[in-house]
């Protein structure tokens, strides 16, 4: 093969029907369909499963490239379609023999993860499917409920939820004094923070427990100086920018436990409730980045908002200035 067949086998839209032809061709003149492409840690089977194309994993196929292939993360190509929810290829792939129940992120497999999608119905009936008990099943319903509750907030901001620690407690661990901090009315918010001569952050409880912080200003919430401050002496704080970024910021007994984003490829270390939250899945699951991000924050902090409340509700300003040593400014 020549450098510029490396650069075309490795770019991400390569392995799409649209290219079929071409594909055909590079195969004819001695493209291994079973190679490792190491840019992209995966294989030319991997690719088209994402990307469900059909005739290159059949060509693929009978091309002579394995049907089950490990990529870098221990992935087999079945589990790139059931992730991307590409329901042809998975059949596709099903039809040639790939096994559905090879264990292939932290102990699961392609089956198992599609048992709670929508191609559920591809794997139930095949031998050897596991019983999925209703415990699971129920709690997965819940989370998804809870999960599409979020479908209409639609705020740009950054914004952060505490759980395990009272909203006086987390003022107290910023620098501030609580009775220095009174509840400000919604229709004075923007006025008393427009008169602070620091920046400020809002910190309000809302129905049903938990701390929201709310950004304000320039300084963010998901901050580490932050996260470290509100979370050292106990509690959990997990944050993020929903509408700018697929990933959350998760700090526990002042420390940054993890940082998992929306749509990469989860791993043994992945908390549980980041899989019951369906990141990871590209396509296989209709909710949004948003609704995945703020559901995982919710799970970890049992703390729950809705835009009615955040823009209707007494806030409290705690100034940055007060921060100054903890965020290393």
Same mark, same amino acid.
Not at 7 to 13: F, H, K, N, Q, R
Not at 81 to 108: E, K, N, S, T
Not at 157 to 180: N, S, T, Y
């Given at each position: 093969?020549?450098?510029?067949?490396?650069?075309?086998?490795?770019?991400?839209?390569?392995?799409?029907?649209?290219?079929?032809?071409?594909?055909?061709?590079?195969?004819?003149?001695?493209?291994?369909?079973?190679?490792?492409?190491?840019?992209?840690?995966?294989?030319?089977?991997?690719?088209?499963?994402?990307?469900?194309?059909?005739?290159?994993? /059949?060509?693929?196929?009978?091309? @002579? #490239? &394995?049907?089950?292939?490990?990529?870098?993360?221990?992935? !087999?190509? $079945? %589990?790139? +379609?059931?992730?991307?929810?590409?329901?042809?290829?998975?059949?596709?792939?099903?039809?040639?023999?790939?096994?559905?129940?090879?264990?292939?992120?932290?102990?699961?497999?392609?089956?198992?993860?599609?048992?709670?999608?929508?191609?559920?119905?591809?794997?139930?009936?095949?031998?050897?499917?596991?019983?999925?008990?209703?415990?699971?099943?129920?709690?997965?319903?819940?989370?998804?409920?809870?999960?599409?509750?979020?479908?209409?907030?639609?705020?740009?901001?950054?914004?952060?939820?505490?759980?395990?620690?009272?909203?006086? /407690?987390?003022?107290?661990?910023? @620098? #501030? &004094?609580?009775?220095?901090?009174?509840?400000?009315?919604? !229709?004075? $918010? %923007?006025? +008393?923070?427009?008169?602070?001569?620091?920046?400020?952050?809002?910190?309000?409880?809302?129905?049903?427990?938990?701390?929201?912080?709310?950004?304000?200003?320039?300084?963010?919430?998901?901050?580490?100086?932050?996260?470290?401050?509100?979370?050292?002496?106990?509690?959990?704080?997990?944050?993020?920018?929903?509408?700018?970024?697929?990933?959350?910021?998760?700090?526990?007994?002042?420390?940054?436990?993890?940082?998992?984003?929306?749509?990469?490829?989860?791993?043994?270390?992945?908390?549980?409730?980041?899989?019951?939250?369906?990141?990871?899945?590209?396509?296989?699951?209709?909710?949004?980045?948003?609704?995945?991000?703020?559901?995982?924050? !919710?799970? $970890?902090?049992?703390?729950?908002?809705?835009?009615?409340?955040?823009?209707?509700?007494?806030?409290?300003?705690?100034?940055?200035?007060?921060?100054?040593?903890?965020?290393?400014?």
């Amino acid at each position: 093969m020549t450098v510029g067949d490396d650069e075309w086998a490795e770019d991400i839209g390569a392995w799409r029907d649209s290219n079929l032809a071409q594909i055909r061709e590079r195969l004819a003149d001695g493209l291994d369909p079973g190679r490792l492409l190491p840019w992209l840690r995966s294989t030319p089977l991997h690719q088209a499963a994402q990307e469900g194309a059909v005739q290159v994993i /059949e060509l693929l196929l009978d091309s @002579g #490239a &394995a049907v089950d292939p490990i990529d870098g993360d221990g992935a !087999t190509p $079945l %589990w790139e +379609a059931v992730r991307h929810g590409q329901d042809a290829a998975v059949q596709a792939l099903l039809d040639a023999g790939a096994d559905p129940w090879r264990p292939c992120i932290a102990g699961r497999s392609p089956g198992v993860q599609a048992m709670f999608t929508e191609l559920a119905d591809l794997f139930v009936h095949l031998p050897g499917a596991p019983r999925v008990s209703p415990r699971l099943r129920e709690l997965q319903d819940t989370v998804d409920e809870m999960m599409f509750s979020y479908e209409t907030y639609n705020e740009d901001l950054c914004v952060a939820f505490v759980g395990g620690v009272d909203e006086d /407690e987390i003022i107290r661990r910023l @620098g #501030a &004094a609580p009775e220095l901090c009174p509840p400000v009315d919604p !229709t004075e $918010l %923007w006025k +008393a923070e427009q008169s602070s001569p620091v920046e400020v952050l809002r910190i309000a409880s809302p129905p049903g427990g938990g701390v929201v912080l709310f950004q304000s200003g320039g300084i963010l919430p998901v901050h580490d100086g932050v996260g470290r401050m509100v979370t050292t002496g106990g509690g959990i704080l997990a944050g993020a920018f929903p509408s700018a970024s697929p990933s959350v910021d998760i700090w526990r007994d002042g420390f940054a436990v993890a940082r998992p984003s929306v749509h990469e490829q989860l791993s043994d270390n992945s908390l549980f409730e980041v899989w019951m939250c369906r990141f990871g899945d590209r396509g296989a699951h209709p909710s949004t980045a948003i609704e995945r991000a703020l559901a995982l924050m !919710t799970l $970890l902090t049992a703390t729950y908002i809705t835009e009615e409340w955040l823009w209707s509700a007494p806030m409290r300003l705690v100034p940055v200035r007060l921060l100054s040593e903890g965020l290393g400014r």
